[in-house]
């Protein structure tokens, strides 16, 4: 058996779930005592009586005592406005938990790697999982933070091929939302690009409308499943979530198991997280895919140059990139200061757009004689910001201190 372990975290709002790399390859879901029972309550409780913190199952039973500080929704508070200190404790306490529950199962072995799957990836969930995993002796190499989609990408692409040959679907549906992912796997010259777009349902179909009226649920979900079938090829589908674990799907599942591979569980997620954690702490097996989703960036964008006297292009921002990372800068020289071209390469649609930035209110100097220096980011997930700064040339020309910056919003 490994001496270490890699292991996957899925941070969830109600729950969490914990998945391992067994000796094979494979993740294994780690159930908390009784077999199929992967749920761990995202719940942390702090009784001022005991002075004393708990997290999971027992959080929820030591609530009811006097005295007692709930924490619920966990992944929520690194954005709300709550004492850093207190958030830090609640989330040392929280995580510290998870980590026991992995090193008992895995017989006192270490944790070397870490992957967080969360729902959405931003730049607070981001900072703040990385320094309370930093408080636990784990550096910014040894963890990895993903979203849902990106776990989803992770699970499917390890599936049979023919699961994922066309079109797949993950419909979850939980007490807060009805969200359908749509993966599609775009082959072409490499990397290919694993996509993944999320649609929210909720306005559509809700948990309590299942409870409440199963039948007329069933012919909602099957309407609306019948309809994207007409013009969507899916040889895939997965059902997680507490809705689909209620009776009254007949129709849903007589439509979509037609010709379709379908599998109901609630530790696909966390599978995926421990395949990511797999794929990006051990030698890559998918490297031949570039992975767009939410919180990813979607195009590329190129700058063109004139390099050894012929028409080349310098990638600015590649898709795949989380957006909040995805800052390039680079210096050139010019021939004539008159205008810089870009272009967006979409490689989904596989469409290109052309776009300039003029320079002409640079100084004029001889050819050659200008530098400039490029500055790209993100401002947001479609949004991007390019400054052009002259750096004027060595000790012949000193910059004029001229900038020109143009954002562009993506459609």
């Known amino acids: ?15 969490a779930q914990l998945a391992y790399i067994d000796n094979k390859g494979n993740p294994q879901s780690i159930s908390m005592g009784t077999a199929d029972n992967y749920l761990i309550p995202a719940v942390v409780c702090y009784n001022s009586d005991l002075n004393e913190w708990s997290a999971g199952d027992e959080a929820v039973n030591k609530e009811r005592l006097v005295n007692s500080k709930v924490y619920r929704d966990l992944p929520f508070l690194f954005q709300e406005d709550i004492d850093k200190e207190e958030l830090h404790q ?31 990836i931003n730049p607070a969930i981001l900072k703040g999982i990385t320094e309370v995993l930093a408080g636990l002796g784990y550096g910014d190499e040894e963890v990895k933070i993903i979203s849902h989609s990106e776990s989803f990408v992770y699970y ?12 797949v679907l993950f419909l979850e549906l939980n007490r807060h939302q009805f969200i359908c992912r749509r993966l599609e ?10 996509d993944v777009a999320v649609e929210d349902l909720s306005q559509m179909l809700q948990l309590e409308m299942v409870e409440k009226d199963s039948k007329a649920a069933d012919e909602i979900l099957a309407g609306y499943l019948e309809e994207f079938l007409k013009e969507h090829v899916v040889s895939g589908v997965y059902l997680s979530g507490e809705g689909f674990y209620k009776d009254g799907w007949q129709k849903t599942l ?5 010709n379709r591979r379908v599998f109901k569980g609630n530790n696909l997620i966390v599978k995926g997280a421990a395949y990511g954690a797999k794929e990006t702490f051990l030698p890559s097996t998918l490297d031949k895919y570039l992975i767009s989703c939410k919180g990813r960036t979607r195009v ?4 063109a140059l004139v390099y050894k006297g012929k028409d080349s292009n310098i990638i600015l921002s590649n898709i795949g990139d989380y957006w909040y990372n995805a800052r390039s800068t680079i210096e050139c020289i010019m021939e004539k200061p008159a205008q810089a071209v870009f272009e967006i390469q979409d490689l989904i649609t596989h469409t290109n757009e ?19 220096q490029v500055d790209f980011k993100y401002t947001d997930e479609n949004k991007f910001e ?26």
């Open 1 to 15: 058996m490994a001496k270490e372990m890699i292991l996957g975290i899925d941070f969830s709002r109600d729950y």
């Open 254 to 258: 007589q439509l979509i198991c037609r």
């Open 185 to 194: 796997v775009i082959k072409g010259k490499e990397p290919h690009v694993a």
């Open 386 to 411: 390019i400054k052009i700064s002259d750096l004027g040339f060595g000790e012949f020309f000193k910059s004029s201190g001229m900038v020109v910056t143009r954002e562009v919003t993506l459609q």
């Open 300 to 303: 590329k964008i190129t700058m």
């Open 354 to 372: 052309t776009f300039k930035m003029d320079l002409r209110e640079f100084p004029k100097r001889e050819p050659n004689t200008t530098r400039i």
């Open 156 to 167: 499917s692409l390890n599936q049979n091929k023919d699961i994922w040959i066309n079109k």
């Open 90 to 120: 609640v989330m040392m306490v929280f995580f510290s938990y998870l980590l026991k529950l992995a090193i008992n199962e895995g017989n006192g072995r270490l944790i070397k790697n870490i992957l967080v799957t969360v729902e959405e």
